[in-house]
């Protein structure tokens, strides 16, 4: 398996700009993570889906973002509008099963708002 | 006060030194995980715990469930063990959500 994909890997764009970003999970994985990763604040889960239903939302900052799980290989965190302190690595991360398990992480899409 | 605390933030060594890096948690868990995260920004879990010690190559964890502490060793260290460390928990509530310490970035020179 090539684990899990995020894309894009980078992303630029103007303040007040909408951005996708998107995931796809190791197949088989039945839990999905977003998180986000600032200096300031270190790693913080955003939201997290099981089974495509999200389960936990309270991490979603506000109601410019986001996120959705259409089927068990795609997601996608959307922030409409963008604003200058969204800039982040943002890490999609999958595991399988409920609780205590192993989390695997993508590669982060480092997203910069100008 | 962050719910979990990692020592030291910062820790440079010279190549060869035994390595120990803490985390300290203030709330129940279910489980404990040690990442590793190397300068390009890659995040790979190194391991995962409940009790007791776990070893995988030159890679050491330790949890100490009722000091509510874990311990990350690294045995004859090497430059490419360079990387952020980062200590995460499962809660008791919630167990699927981590939260995750600040990190410890390690400088191994040759």
């Known amino acids: 398996d090539a684990g899990v994909i995020q894309s894009p890997r980078h992303e630029v764009t103007e303040m007040g700009q909408e951005v996708t970003l998107r995931c796809k999970p190791i197949?088989?994985?039945?839990?999905l993570f977003w998180y986000r990763q600032t200096m300031m604040r270190g790693l913080e889960l955003l939201i997290y889906f099981n089974n495509n239903v999200p389960i936990d939302d309270s991490g979603m900052p506000e109601d410019r973002f986001s996120a959705k799980m259409p089927n068990a290989s795609f997601s996608t965190l959307k922030i409409q509008p963008s604003e200058p302190r969204d800039s982040a690595v943002y890490f999609c991360?999958?595991?399988?099963?409920?609780?205590?398990?192993?989390?695997?992480f993508g590669q982060g899409t480092r997203l910069t708002v100008v | 006060k962050n719910e979990v605390e990692q020592s030291p933030q910062n820790l440079t060594a010279q190549e060869g030194e035994f390595i120990t890096i803490n985390c300290s948690y203030s709330v129940g868990i279910s489980a404990l995980h040690w990442l590793q995260q190397h300068p390009g920004g890659g995040i790979v879990s190194l391991f995962m715990?409940?009790?007791g010690k776990k070893k995988h190559g030159r890679l050491i964890a330790t949890i100490n469930i009722q000091e509510k502490h874990s311990s990350l060793h690294i045995t004859a260290s090497h430059p490419r063990d360079s990387a952020v460390y980062i200590c995460a928990v499962n809660l008791i509530q919630g167990a699927q959500k981590l939260v995750f310490g600040q990190g410890t970035r390690l400088t191994i020179n040759p």
């Open positions: 715990l409940s009790s």
């Open positions: 991360a999958s595991s399988f099963g409920w609780a205590n398990t192993e989390a695997f």
């Open positions: 197949s088989g994985h039945n839990s």
